[in-house]
């Protein structure tokens, strides 16, 4: 049973984890999870929760599961960010639902001189044990999270610029079947996102 009703499915174009290229990347009749089993680290669904509000907020959902953003290290004189393929791919799935969903174009709401507010909602998948809680050491620190989050926003052109971000909150959740908000994700976590001009 999918975990959503899931007619369109849109995620990052490139390759999978075994590194072949991946072309089902469009509108297709497959179940969210069949996209984690290929690999993907992040998709969205076309019908999941999406709106916009007189070009001032925007709310939309990603699936997958939520990932901090890594400390860089050196390799041969180079600094390498170890998070940044798994950033590119989500800021790729949200630029592409923001192209399907706005007749082919981004907003530029966020970007200039504004003041933004950024709610994020990380869901992990139900992990089938009552005992375990959002801050379990399982589950990353909020504030990797939270960098994550906003520089993927900002590579996908959403935010002009991270900066911008004057307010931010942000919340681990486990998804529950008991908890509506959680449902869509009960199997394959995921982000509620809302970002909005002060």
């Known amino acids: 049973m999918p975990v959503v009703p899931a007619l369109s499915i849109f995620s990052a174009p490139g390759k999978d984890r075994d590194g072949n290229p991946v072309t089902d990347i469009f509108p297709t009749v497959r179940s969210p999870t069949h996209y984690e089993k290929k690999g993907y680290l992040f998709w969205a669904v076309e019908e999941a929760h999406f709106y916009n509000t007189f070009e001032s907020s925007v709310a939309f959902q990603i699936f997958g599961k939520p990932l901090p953003q890594k400390r860089g290290f050196l390799r041969r004189a180079n600094y390498v960010v170890s998070s940044k393929p798994a950033q590119n791919e989500l800021a790729s799935v949200i630029e592409n639902l923001f192209l399907v ?4 174009s981004l907003p530029t709401w966020f970007h200039g001189d504004v003041c933004v507010s950024v709610n994020v909602k990380y869901i992990y998948p139900d992990p089938r044990n009552e005992h375990i809680r959002p801050n379990s050491a399982k589950y990353a620190d909020i ?10 926003l ?6 002009g610029n991270d900066r911008s971000v004057t307010k931010s909150t942000h919340e681990k959740i486990i998804a529950k079947p008991q908890v509506p908000l959680t ?11 809302r970002i909005k001009k002060k």
């Open 101 to 104: 969903k706005m007749g082919g």
């Open 143 to 152: 504030d990797n999270l939270q960098k994550f989050v906003l520089d993927a």
């Open 154 to 159: 900002q590579k996908s052109c959403l935010l």
């Open 183 to 193: 449902l869509d994700f009960l199997n394959t976590g995921g982000y509620c996102i």
